[in-house]
């Protein structure tokens, strides 16, 4: 019963989604089309009134900047890429120095691996994120499974920060113990980084995110 409601609820919202909209005073003005991936990877489409413009798009006219220019880029999500560049260059070395030794340095390279998969998934994620402009975040909220997702490669990362600190107790070597200690330092600065990131674009208020959230299993 309670998936009952919850389903005729969204269906009652869109329905009264244009009206919503309207009453913005943007009436007069043509619609476009915009479409947004739902829980089950089906395709949503919302119109979006054409006078209704994205933070970043208010952003760039209030600074000058011509059209066609670069968006802003949200500062948490710019210092979390910085995080993440970082630790790409990390990886990078320790898959260089560590790759053909035997051991401790093997299984250092294997965590190593499995740390350059996740930032590419975390990259994919934090692009999704990023592409839901500021008007439809307002109206539905944040992509909620990006931020889902993210989270869930914030857990990986900790299980692989604690799986290098194991392994560097093992390490013989000063310069292999500073560079397990490097490459756990840049995943811990970029998991902090990534976990200010998601919880502020979580806290977005919006009409009818609460609907959109319901449905993020």
């Keep these: 019963m309670k998936k009952i409601s919850i389903i005729s609820t969204f269906f009652v919202v869109l329905f009264f989604m244009p009206v919503v909209v309207f009453a913005q005073g943007k009436s007069n003005q043509a619609p476009n089309k915009i479409e947004i991936d739902s829980q089950d990877d089906q395709v949503q489409t919302i119109t979006k009134p054409e ?14 900047k011509a059209k066609g220019h ?17 630790v790409a260059k990390t990886v990078e070395e320790i898959l260089t120095t560590q790759g053909s030794k035997g051991g401790i ?30 008007w439809l975040k307002k109206l539905i909220g944040p992509n909620y499974k990006a931020i889902k997702n993210i ?45 200010e990131y998601v919880n502020s674009e979580g806290q977005t208020v919006s009409l009818l995110g609460w609907v959109f959230k319901s449905f993020i299993k």
Aim: proline share 2%.
């Design 70 to 86: 670069p968006k802003s880029v949200n500062l948490r999500s710019e210092t979390a890429r910085e995080h993440m560049s970082i």
């Design 105 to 134: 340095g093997k299984q250092v390279s294997e965590v190593a691996k499995a740390q350059q998969q996740s930032q590419e998934e975390t990259e994919e994620q934090l692009n999704e994120l990023e592409k839901r402009p500021g």
């Design 51 to 64: 006078g209704l413009e994205n933070d970043e798009e208010e952003n760039e006219s209030s600074n000058g």
């Design 151 to 195: 989270n869930r490669q914030i857990k990986r990362n900790q299980q692989r920060i604690e799986m290098l600190e194991q392994l560097k107790i093992q390490t013989t070597t000063q310069t292999d113990q500073d560079q397990i200690s490097d490459a756990v330092q840049a995943v811990t600065n970029q998991n902090n980084t990534l976990q």
